[in-house]
T-cell receptor, first 117, second 114 residues
Framework: EAGVTQFPSHSVIEKGQTVTLRCDPI?????LYWYRRVMGKEIKFLLH????????ESGMPNNRFLAERTGGTYSTLKVQPAELEDSGVYFC???????????????FGPGTRLTVL | GESVGLHLPTLSVQEGDNSIINCAYS??????FIWYKQESGKGPQFIID?????DKRQGQRVTVLLNKTVKHLSLQIAATQPGDSAVYFC?????????????FGTGTKLQVIP
């Protein structure tokens, strides 16, 4: 079974540009999460989708970040315009259907390393 | 790797010895705890979990201990191997319906000396 995949693995952009990160969860997983680790800090939650609906977006830092999950499959996280402090590693995770026996276990992708110059 | 700039406590262990990685958590309402292993260039990988109604759980070569009184979690790795070298994170989720955001600790870097 394929794990969580993320694209791209690395992205280097200039301040003010736009970047879109993509996450493909494990097939059949209803729950999809975005996290990030910025320099010198621990991994922090950004938001949680249940299928195509945003369940919890309390961790989104500001309105420059937009996450979507149209159709309840893959998700995108867009940063527009990017700022220097957005540099870090963005992780995506997924877990099984709501109510499933492994719904609490989140499986992480390899992350996208974003560098804003 | 992702740890650049993040000053992690480091545990150095001789190959074959047992490792104990400790973690303190702050949220007394947390009811589910997980240990993740992160190798360089990879995302966190699930190792073992424990619910708050348990105080010990064993897996293959790993044991997690939970002390809710002092809000302490530990991961024990038996017969540590070079492949165990990684950053280990404890994590917790709250208790409001499940499927919650994971709150990560800062991590501990485990170095296995061959």
């Amino acid at each position: 079974e394929a794990g969580v995949t993320q694209f791209p693995s690395h992205s280097v952009i200039e301040k003010g540009q736009t970047v879109t990160l993509r996450c493909d969860p494990i097939s059949g997983h209803d729950n999809l999460y975005w996290y990030r680790r910025v320099m010198g800090k621990e991994i922090k939650f950004l938001l949680h989708f249940v299928k195509e609906s945003k369940q919890d977006e309390s961790g989104m830092p500001n309105n420059r970040f937009l996450a979507e999950r149209t159709g309840g499959t893959y998700s995108t996280l867009k940063v527009q315009p990017a700022e220097l402090e957005d540099s870090g590693v963005y992780f995506c995770a997924s877990s099984q259907e709501v109510g499933g026996p492994q719904a609490d276990t989140q499986y992480f992708g390899p992350g996208t390393r974003l560098t804003v110059l | 790797g992702e740890s650049v700039g993040l000053h992690l406590p480091t545990l150095s262990v001789q190959e074959g010895d047992n490792s104990i990685i400790n973690c303190a958590y702050s949220n007394s309402a947390s009811d589910y705890f997980i240990w993740y292993k992160q190798e360089s260039g990879k995302g966190p990988q699930f190792i073992i979990d424990i619910r708050s109604n348990m105080d010990k759980r064993q897996g293959q070569r790993v044991t997690v201990l939970l002390n809710k009184t002092v809000k302490h979690l530990s991961l024990q790795i038996a017969a540590t191997q070079p492949g165990d070298s990684a950053v280990y994170f404890c994590a917790e989720t709250g208790n409001s319906g499940g499927y919650q955001k994971v709150t990560f600790g800062t991590g501990t870097k485990l170095q296995v000396i061959p």
